[in-house]
């Protein structure tokens, strides 16, 4: 008796879970909540994509999906300078180093110098021109998560979306192509021996008679890099390679990218589960993108300026005794020498630390810095699955 007892409890509870849950799909289907789903590929200007959509209502649609942008490189060249002009003319100057040393009587092949030939045969190798090509490459792939609103009760074609996108903060960076490498190791083997010329000479030799020291490559030319513009007070930006010999810079936004658009969605098989999607809308970058660096050397490098008194005040130049003062090694008068007073940062913002920035790299700057929203146009195929 107690096993029938129990097996027809059992029966009734099954009877009435089963009802709950038909009377629980009936409440769903007869509002439109979640009763059916679409999966859908997509293709526009935030990259490939994936979505799954479902109803929640006769007037809301729930999205998510993701996108992938393929890594597509696009080259540009940009400009390798001195802080003093153009690096193309030094290149042959420092090829004519060692008639210059041996002009003087001096054996740039002897064991001595072995350290500094090494370094001058590297830069030596340089090719004739004044630029690097790096290639630009996207690194945009992030999930999203919408709200479609159908305002109109009987065309459901239409809609608008609010939502937003969630991804890796770094959108985007550059890097020296790998050719370039060679470029990138003569410019740190000139700024290498740059950096102790003052002090030191090469070896305790100087490329100058007495007197003639503005004549000499390196104080001529100074400090090589790629120029970046000013900073806030005024003092120049100059990018040296890392000690890899590599120049690199990343573009960063907000991870968080609010979305607002409108789309249009209509059947493409006569029983309305193949579908054709469109969107169309913006992305909110939250400000412009900003664009970081390492490696960059400030500096003051206007007219040497001395104090009443003779005492050096700023500025970059000769002394009436022919010390040099330069961007990264300068005179002390009150020490008798030569020191060096390089401020190298790291993480520079050229969007928004810097001003003014030339050529190629200042027009790229600029048109990056006016992105403060991204456009998305997109268009999908999707099935219905229920």
Known sequence: MFLLAMLFTTAILAQDVVGEKQSLCSFLNERNILSHMDVGVNVGTTGLGIDVAVPVGNYVRLRAGY?????????????????????????????????????????????????????????????????VTMALKPNLHQFKFMIDVLPFRNNKHWSF???????????????????????????????????NYPEYGINGSYLHRVGKEKDDPFYKHGLAGFCLGRFADGNMAL?????????????????????????????????????????????????????????????????????EDGRYLSGMGFDI?????G??????????????????????????DLHDTPGKVGRTI?????????????????????
């Open 239 to 307: 990018m040296v390679p890392g000690e890899d010999a590599s120049a690199k810079a990343e573009m960063v936004v907000n991870k968080v990218r609010p979305y607002v658009g409108f789309g249009y969605n209509t059947s493409l098989s006569e029983d309305k589960r193949w579908r054709l999607n469109v969107d169309a809308g913006v992305m909110f970058l939250c400000g412009s993108p900003s664009v970081y660096v390492d490696n960059v050397y400030k500096f003051d490098d206007g007219d040497i300026c001395f104090d």
């Open 161 to 195: 979306t609010a939502g937003f996108f969630v991804g890796p903060s770094t959108v985007g960076y550059a890097e020296n192509l790998e050719k370039e490498a060679l470029m990138l190791e003569g410019v740190n083997a000139y700024n290498n021996i740059y950096r």
């Open 321 to 325: 005794d022919g010390n040099y003062y």
């Open 67 to 131: 996108n992938y942008m393929p890594r597509i490189s696009l080259n540009a060249n940009f400009t390798v300078e001195t802080s003093k002009g153009g690096i193309g003319n030094l290149i042959d100057k420092i090829d004519r180093i060692e008639e210059k040393f041996e002009e003087y009587g001096i054996d740039m092949n002897s064991e001595s110098f072995a350290e500094y030939k090494a370094l001058f045969d590297k830069f030596s190798k340089v090719e004739r021109k004044d630029y």
């Open 327 to 352: 961007e990264i090694v300068r005179w002390f008068e009150e020490d008798l020498e030569y020191k060096y007073v390089g401020q190298r940062l790291d993480h520079v913002d050229v969007v928004h």
């Open 366 to 386: 600029n048109t990056i810095s006016k992105f403060k929203v991204y456009p998305n146009i997109s268009v999908g195929v999707s099935y219905r699955l229920f």
